[in-house]
């Protein structure tokens, strides 16, 4: 999703964000992140923070959206938070996100607003899209640029005919492999890539996606070297 204006992103993710935090979506992929320092890379209105920070775990927050940080700090107090823009960071920044040594790097639910993304009506998705690849190849970059970064947890919502989950994994795996860690030291298997049902969410019943099921798809990829 990208809403034209912050205000507007913050507004949206603000209601879904909620939705995901009832229905445990949040402290699923928290039980999911191994370590215990983690490099969270966009925040949203800080749902996923919180839900790192009650497993008990230090977090670096890193965000480009000022309101969106506001909102994550009110979220987890405990949680340390960096306004910068992960795909050109300051050799400040990257000296205080080497300084929190993490050794983990999540990003959830990638998004920004059309102003940020490029989005237009029309366009069919593919600004978002394309935004989303650039920034998870650039959080791979940093995570792999960081020697004490163990895994990289990468989740996205998606929509796939649940019957078939199991080729799912396979595809997930392929995707980020191929393109967002293509020649970085991270690795990952099938059993790496899980799908989580958005029951709240419904089904959809429309065109190609008639049937399919709304699902966070995750992929938990290990240092290899």
Do not use: N
């Not at 237009?120 to 650039?134: F, N, P, Q, S």
């Not at 960081?146 to 995707?175: E, F, M, N, S």
């Amino acid at each position: 999703m990208s809403a034209a204006t912050v205000a507007g992103f913050v507004g949206y993710w603000q209601a879904e964000g909620e939705a995901y935090a009832r229905a445990g979506d949040y402290a699923w992929m928290a039980s999911l992140v191994p370590g215990r320092r983690v490099l969270e890379i966009g925040c949203g209105p800080g749902f996923g923070t919180r839900a790192l920070v009650d497993r008990g775990l230090s977090v670096l927050v890193v965000d480009s959206l000022d309101d969106c940080l506001q909102l994550a700090a009110a979220q987890a107090p405990a949680a340390e938070c960096l306004a910068a823009d992960v795909a050109a960071l300051a050799d400040g920044q990257r000296q205080k996100i080497a300084d929190f040594a993490p050794d983990s790097v999540v990003c959830w639910l990638m998004g920004a607003p059309a102003a940020v993304t490029g989005a237009a009506d029309g366009d069919g998705g593919r600004a978002v899209i394309a935004y989303r690849e650039r920034i998870h190849r650039a959080v791979a970059e940093l995570a792999a640029s960081l020697a004490g970064v163990r895994a990289l947890h990468l989740v996205d919502r998606t929509a796939i005919a649940w019957q078939a989950k199991d080729i799912g994994r396979d595809t997930l795996c392929r995707y980020h492999l191929g393109k967002t860690l293509a020649g970085l030291p991270f690795a990952a298997t099938r059993a790496d890539a899980l799908y989580r049902k958005l029951a709240w969410a419904g089904t959809s019943s429309s065109g190609a996606l008639r049937g399919a099921v709304p699902t966070l798809a995750s992929l938990l990829a290990h240092r290899s070297q």
